[in-house]
């Protein structure tokens, strides 16, 4: 299908973008545009029907990456450079998989980590505009039948997923967003608080105000001696959306776990945390028993629904094997 | 019949010969066939020709790769206006009105046409039930009701929004099972009928219709039930007895299905992506009530067909009306929903398989009942393999077609088949297993029926065993860690088919140079070059000198791209052509050459000669220019197989087939359920190959559709609303580059001594062993047997933890 006309203005500042960003309304809504891969999918499907776009890639500066206090990532850094960055492969294992395991070489070229965190769920059902046209009464009124790629946490309402994969990643690294341009100036909010359950009607599933523009994406700098790992879990190797994704991060005193940081992504409506599993490696020896157990802490109190039971043995296997590869690496 | 008076009127006269059979490299022998007077003598075997059994690259792979190669969605005409189907939101409807006045008036807007006549459906017996309604009942999500024309695609996209359609929603039902309910939502209020399309499909007339229920059709003429199955039972050492499961695989070619209408006052000129020119051109003559003789299908290049892409269908006969109303040539192109929702499928199933066997593996009885649902269309049948596959005294095949609110079935690539043999090659390695018997002797015993394809398995079976290492399979869940490696066989069996009203011509100009017709296709499988081969031997040139013409209805008539018959069907032919436009070539040179006899006369490395003086011999180009002939053309048409057919007509069926033998390995991970297939070893057949490189191209796609259908292709339907949810190629998962197993490809040479080229087909037969050779592996791997396709990771560790 081909699009609604719509105007499209290259910002200069970060104020300017703001500032236009502001202007949104329901009826004439003003969207930014980073890498333009979600956006223009939702658009073409007939999903998003922006009166303008205002173009964050001619804004300057906001795709820088700097090592030198932990890490920032300017929110136009694409997918492919944190990958590829060695500084941040060295430090940051856990990410740079995470970026380079997303999508596919292409989208990683053009996809930044702003419009990654900001992109909406994969659910087939919020991807056809049938469910947000005609049959969206009835869709209001009933979850998603089909729901084979959906919650099995949290999902007693709402099912969908947040999609981002690298999402998953630096929640684990407890990094944060920094969002300019609101009423109050500019802020930083941890990533952890801010996803919000993925909705069908609403124009982001985080904590963004209408005017504000991410700038930055800020990762704290790591304990001495961390280990990360990072899992993908996709039917298919060429690229695909995970079944679950699993991110550890872990600091360790020769075998003893000092500290870990477990973040699971795609089994629950936002990224969620084994917090269960985390309590029991910390201040134990890490061996395959004890992965085991925290695997399966990590799966206890899932409530699969019809069609997904088969994402929670999989998400118990995807903790242990990261678990035990983050320990090794 | 009128047909069959006419063919014994047409038939040639014969002269007896002895001719060569056999598999090339096996033990050859003669047998005596009666061939008409006049074709040429027999080709030897490959490794003695010059192009003919040469694996050129395609003549049209540069145009290709160059994207200078031009599709029917890369037509552009002048004044050309794009078109946008409107389609109904509904599962189920009536529609009551349709306001087309506020597209009309969008500026831009050339023209709006209504839908009267549905095709791609099944129809009413008795149109009666729905004789009061003004127009088609909507059966499916996704089904057409009307189209815009307009001077850009996205005026069209925004006129189609416009038109008002008033719907009375009924009640749906799209799940296979539920369809089969006595209280299901009744799809069409009566019997119907679904006729089969050049690509295979549809069912017989006047079959029992209850509910959504069709059946039961026990098959093509041949699969009517012998014995006795309850005796055959009762006689058997061992009964296998199982339940299997195959979904919904929709069609994802390349190029979506489209046309281009070019409506003029002195005629029809519609270019299509089509796996057939003339359906397309007999279609339109029948619709809009046009001769033939005015209409013209041109299709250079088809961007993929696997058994949809016939006829007109809706989308065309929107886009032809819309041509005559705008007065202007109209594009249309499915998008890509449109193409997974409306464009034709292949029918998931649920198969009941019973087989008895003695201890030595002697077959006693084949029983199978099966349910398929090809939404508003019929023809969700399981093939014929049970009943030719392995003969046995008791056989009874029950199918039955089900009804449900969701896109129409096509033929797809070996339709039927696939289904089918998945479990009845599953139901044999459990056999083999319950016997105690390694799979391939019991293939052995029972793959016995006196076919060529039965002794092209035989050696198959020898030869990929051997490039495999069949003798390295352990027993079943051999491996300690949570990755499970196991390998697996499973054979294929696939009709052979021919249309014998081809007809090729063969020009030779007054220069020297060599032209091809023929109305047929190339949907990507090579039929250019292949014709060029053909007959660029009889010339003693290369192919890349001959003009090859195809692709387009004034040629004359060429066969579908189905039934993998173009090749069996043209090249036979094109020989004959090709042969006698040499002959007289021949005749007409002899003059420069001391009037040689022309029987003398030679053509060779672009020479001709006189046999006897080979230093004599000057290049045909001046020759020809010497001798200053008018231009020769010769018209030869495909005449029956030298020993008949088993079912002679338009398409005619061999009693022999196409086997294919292939072997899979594959990694289990058992702990996500992820299958990786990670190499396939295919031994195949085609009778004699014209390109061998080609042919293993078609065999390679067939293996990498045969992955994907077997690990993760899924139609996703939501009940409540109807609607396919997985209408992309993003979510509708497809084999990847990564998931492409290592492939090797073992083609024999088999001379069947039926025809003057004795190819055969190749692309169904390669596509139909996959699935099933693969869930053998995965039983090997983990000694669990797989049931359910497709064997994703919820399917996998439901079977495995059941
Ligand atoms: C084939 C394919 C496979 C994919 N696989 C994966 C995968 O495995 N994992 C994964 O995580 N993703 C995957 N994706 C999604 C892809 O990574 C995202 O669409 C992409 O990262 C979005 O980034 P973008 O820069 O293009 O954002 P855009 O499309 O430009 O923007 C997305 C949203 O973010 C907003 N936005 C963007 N930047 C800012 C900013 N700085 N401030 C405020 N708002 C902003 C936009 O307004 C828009 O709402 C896949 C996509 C495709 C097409």
């Keep these: 299908m081909a699009m609604n006309s719509f105007e499209w203005v290259d910002a200069t500042t970060v104020e300017q973008a703001a500032g236009m960003l502001a202007e949104s309304t329901e009826q004439r809504p003003v969207i930014a545009k980073a890498g333009g891969i979600d956006l223009l999918d939702l658009m073409k499907e007939g999903i998003l029907a922006p009166m303008r776009l205002v173009n964050l890639k001619t804004i300057r500066g906001l795709d820088e990456i700097d090592t030198e206090n932990g890490l920032s990532l300017g929110a136009l850094v694409t997918l492919d450079r944190i990958d590829s960055d060695p500084q941040v492969r060295a430090r940051y294992l856990a990410l740079s998989d995470a970026a380079g395991h997303a999508a596919t070489p292409q989208v990683r070229n053009a996809a930044t980590i702003g419009g990654n965190l900001l992109q909406r769920p994969r659910c087939w059902y919020f991807r056809h505009d049938h469910f947000h046209g005609e049959g969206a009464d009835e869709m209001g009124s009933r979850g998603a039948d089909e729901n084979q790629h959906h919650a099995i946490f949290d999902n007693d309402k709402n099912a969908m997923v947040q999609a981002s994969t690298p999402a998953t990643a630096l929640v684990a690294y407890d990094a944060s967003a920094e969002l300019a341009g609101g009423a109050n100036g500019s802020r930083v909010v941890k990533l952890s608080d801010f996803f919000l359950p993925p909705e069908m009607q609403r124009a982001h599933d985080a904590r963004i105000e209408t005017g504000e523009v991410m700038t930055r994406v800020i990762v704290p700098p790591l304990n001495a001696g961390a280990k990360a790992a990072y899992r993908k879990q996709t039917e298919r190797d060429s690229y695909d959306w995970p079944i679950c994704d699993v991110a550890v991060v872990l600091t360790m005193e020769g075998q003893t776990v000092q500290n870990a940081s477990i973040v699971m992504g795609w089994v629950a409506p936002t990224p969620r945390r084994a917090a269960e599993s985390e309590r029991l490696l910390i201040g134990n020896r890490l061996t395959d028993d004890l992965a085991r157990q925290a695997a399966r802490a990590a799966v206890a109190g899932a409530t699969p629904l019809a069609k997904n039971s088969y994402k929670v043995p999989v998400l118990e296997t995807v903790v242990r094997r990261t678990i035990l590869a983050a320990a090794a690496g | 019949m009128a047909t069959e008076n006419q063919a014994r009127a047409d038939r040639p006269s014969l002269r007896s010969q002895s001719l060569l059979y056999g598999i090339v490299g096996q033990e050859m022998r003669q047998v005596t066939r009666q061939v008409p007077d006049d074709e040429p003598p027999q080709l030897p075997v490959n490794a003695e020709l010059r192009s003919i059994g040469k694996s050129i690259p395609r003549l049209d792979a540069v145009q290709k790769v160059t994207g200078a190669a031009k599709y029917t969605f890369d037509v552009q005409l002048p004044g050309m206006l794009y078109a946008r189907q409107i389609v109904c939101p509904w599962p189920h409807a009536r529609v009551i009105s349709i306001d087309t006045s506020a597209a009309e008036r969008h500026p831009g807007v050339r023209a709006v046409h209504v839908l009267e006549t549905l095709l791609q459906s099944a129809r009413l017996r008795d149109p009666e039930a729905e004789a009061r309604n003004k127009y088609p009942t ?133 270019y299509a992506s089509t796996q057939h020119t003339h359906s397309v051109r007999d279609e339109a003559a029948e619709y809009f009530d046009l001769p033939k003789s005015k209409i013209r299908v041109i299709s250079d290049f088809t961007g993929g067909g696997f058994g949809a892409k016939y006829g007109i269908n809706n989308f065309g006969l929107l886009a032809i009306h819309l041509s005559q109303k705008a007065g202007a040539p109209v594009r249309m192109m499915l998008d890509r929903r449109e193409e997974h929702v409306s464009a034709g499928n292949r029918p998931n199933s649920l198969q009941r398989v019973r087989i008895g066997a003695k201890q030595d593996g002697t077959l006693t009885a084949i029983d199978v009942i099966s349910w398929g649902s090809g939404g508003i269309a019929g023809g969700a049948g ?421």
């Design chain 2, 138 to 270: 909507v059966r499916f999500a996704g089904q057409t009701v009307a189209a815009v024309a307009a001077e850009t695609q996205r005026i069209a996209d925004q006129a189609a929004k416009l038109v008002k359609v008033e719907y009375e929603r009924l009640p749906h039902v799209t799940d296979l099972d539920a369809a089969m309910d006595d209280e299901a939502p009744i799809v069409f209020p009566g019997p119907v009928e679904q006729p089969s399309t050049a690509g295979g499909g549809g069912a017989p007339e006047g079959l029992p219709q209850k509910g959504n229920v069709r059946g039961p059709n026990f098959g093509m003429p041949g699969m009517t039930p012998t014995g006795d199955i309850d005796q055959g039972l009762a006689e058997a050492d061992v009964i296998v007895e199982t339940e299997y499961r195959t979904q919904v695989q929709t069609h994802v070619p390349m190029e979506t299905h489209g046309i281009v209408a070019d409506w003029q006052d002195d005629g029809l000129t519609i």
């Design chain 2, 382 to 802: 399981i093939g014929f393999c049970f009943n030719a596959l392995y003969p046995c005294p008791n056989m009874r095949t029950e199918q039955y077609d089900v009804f449900t609110n969701a896109g129409p079935c096509a033929a797809f690539r070996a339709p039927g088949q696939v289904q089918g043999i998945f479990s009845l090659e599953q139901a044999m390695d459990e056999l083999a297993d319950r016997l105690q018997l390694d799979p391939l002797i019991l293939r052995d015993r029972i793959d016995t029926k006196p076919t060529d394809d039965m002794l092209a398995r035989a050696h198959e079976r020898k030869v990929a065993a051997e490039r495999f290492g069949w003798s390295r399979r352990r027993p079943p869940n051999a491996d300690a860690g949570p990755i499970k490696r196991g390998i697996g066989m499973a054979q294929a069996q696939w009709v052979y088919v021919v249309s014998p009203p081809t007809t090729v011509e063969v020009r030779v100009a007054d220069d020297g140079s060599v032209s091809v017709y023929n109305s047929t296709q190339d949907v990507g499988t090579g039929t250019r070059t292949v014709l060029a081969q053909v007959v660029a031997e009889e010339f003693g040139l290369n192919a890349e000198d001959i003009g090859v013409f195809i692709g387009d209805t004034r040629f004359p008539w060429g066969p579908p791209s189905g039934g993998s018959r173009v090749t069996a069907s043209v090249t036979a032919p094109a020989r004959n052509a090709a042969y006698a436009a040499a002959r007289d070539l021949a005749a007409r040179l002899a003059p420069l050459f001391d009037d040689a006899d022309p029987d003398d006369i030679f053509f060779a490395d672009g020479k001709v000669g006189v046999r006897g003086k080979e230093g004599a011999a000057r290049p045909l180009k001046d020759a020809a220019k010497e001798a200053k002939f008018g231009e020769i053309s010769k018209l030869a048409k495909r005449h029956d197989d030298y020993e008949g057919f088993a079912v002679p007509g338009e398409l005619s069926i061999s009693r022999h087939g196409l086997g294919g033998v292939q072997f899979a390995e594959v990694a289990v991970d058992v702990e996500t359920g992820v299958v990786k297939v990670e190499r396939i070893v295919a031994a195949s057949d085609c009778g004699r190959p014209i390109n061998p490189k080609l042919v293993e191209s078609q065999v390679i796609g067939g293996i990498i559709q045969g992955v994907s259908y077997a690990i993760y292709e899924d139609r996703i339907m939501d009940a409540a609303s109807g609607h396919q949810l997985n209408a992309n190629v993003d979510q509708y998962k497809m084999v990847g580059s990564r998931e492409t197993p290592a492939i090797e490809v073992l083609l024999m040479e088999q001379i069947g001594a039926q025809s003057s080229t004795d190819a055969r087909g190749i692309a169904e037969a390669s596509n139909v062993a996959t699935s099933a050779a693969i869930a053998n592996a995965f039983y090997n791997a983990t000694g669990k047997r797989i049931r359910t396709l497709p064997m994703n990771p919820a399917n996998v560790l439901a079977t495995l933890s059941a």
